[in-house]
């Protein structure tokens, strides 16, 4: 009963009703979103995944979106003794056929300067993908309830104490 009730919790936060996705060549980004922010936020992170089914590789150079101090790359990674760092990273390689994904915990985007205006639920953020070999891609980041994302911690500790 558990394990059931883990997988409807998977599929709810894999497969939200408004997935979207944007094709560019042989890639495909799917369910660009944003959780919801406190107002005080200064940052915001953003998640998507990218399905590189060309039989060569490419790779996630930078992202862009107006209105922001800065939008970059980063990679959360949790330490030895359990402590959570973020840093930027230079790209995210897309092997070919393979599918990477972008979600809280690992790899994502990272909007700065929300200053006094935090997303909110059902505000749509206009983004630039740029890919190494693959060119310029026009996303929209659409900003969803922070509920989805206890789940998604949720699902993530309960994977991490199964090891
Ligand atoms: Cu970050």
Not at 17 to 25: E, I, N
């Amino acid at each position: 009963m558990k394990t059931l009730y883990t997988a409807a919790l998977v599929a709810c936060f894999a497969l939200p009703a408004t997935a979207h996705d944007y094709t560019l060549g042989g890639l495909t980004v799917t369910h660009p979103m944003a959780f919801e922010t406190p107002k005080s936020a200064q940052v915001g992170g953003g998640y998507l995944s990218i399905t590189n089914s060309a039989d060569t590789a490419d790779r996630l150079l930078s992202i862009s979106a107006d209105g922001f101090d800065d939008v970059s790359l980063h990679e959360s990674t949790t330490d030895d003794m359990g402590v959570a760092r973020m840093q930027p990273v230079e790209g995210i390689d897309l092997p070919a056929g393979e599918t990477v994904v972008l979600e809280p915990g690992g790899l994502h985007v990272m909007f700065m300067g929300l200053g006094g205006d935090p997303f909110e639920i059902g505000e749509k953020i206009p983004a630039t993908l740029t890919f190494e070999k693959a060119g310029s891609l026009d996303v929209t980041f659409n900003v969803e309830s922070r509920r989805a994302a206890h789940q998604g911690e949720m699902d993530h500790s309960a994977h991490g104490m199964q090891h």
